[in-house]
């Protein structure tokens, strides 16, 4: 390969364009980062406790088809039931577990009020079914729905949907806020 020889006017132009240059003291990298990365938060994982850990006082009677069903925590006014019944908390989520299996509808169910709870979601509309497909005329979820959510403790309070919600085949669940979002259970 021949050197291309440039002439001065090229040149001048050149030393011209770069202006002042600094001459580099050695040809080696440096591979370190300027300094520490940013940190970014890390999503909190489902808790390793188990959520149903609220005792039932007594036997939960078995519910049909058209049953309704109801429940209020401890501590809380009969008006907060109410407010509920009549859809006044506004729907924040929602989730339908027709059709899955028992397991497979409870493990859907821990994840959604995790989410719900963690995401400051207060009240939740969850579609199970009235269970017209169920031996012996005995809905399956609806009953399982009935003990996991007194069981659940971020749980306050819940109550069959109105009939353009699903009815007795639904529920308006109203949930504890995670305690990053500052309010308390007396904020009702």
């Not at 959520?51 to 109801?70: H, K, S, V, Y």
Request: proline share 6%.
């Amino acid at each position: 390969m021949t050197k291309k020889t440039t002439s001065p006017d090229d040149s001048a132009l050149f030393r011209n364009t770069v202006g002042q240059v600094k001459a580099i003291d050695t040809n080696t990298v440096n591979l370190q980062p300027a300094g520490k990365p940013r940190p970014f938060p890390k999503s909190k994982p489902l808790e390793q406790v188990d959520p149903l850990r609220n005792d039932i006082a007594g036997e939960l009677d078995t519910l049909f088809q058209e049953d309704r069903i109801a429940f209020l925590a401890p501590g809380l006014q009969k008006s907060v039931l109410k407010k509920l019944r009549k859809g006044q908390y506004g729907l924040d989520a929602e989730i339908d577990l027709h059709g899955l299996t028992s397991r497979a509808a409870k493990q859907r169910l821990l994840n959604f009020l995790h989410d719900c709870v963690e995401n400051g979601i207060r009240c939740a509309h969850i579609i199970h079914g009235k269970g017209y497909n169920s031996p012996d005329n005995q809905p399956v979820l609806k009953n399982d729905i009935n003990l996991w959510l007194r069981q659940h403790q971020d749980v306050l309070a819940f109550c069959s949907a109105p009939p353009k919600s699903g009815g007795s085949g639904a529920v308006f669940v109203l949930l504890r806020l995670s305690d990053k979002f500052g309010f308390s259970d007396s904020d009702l």
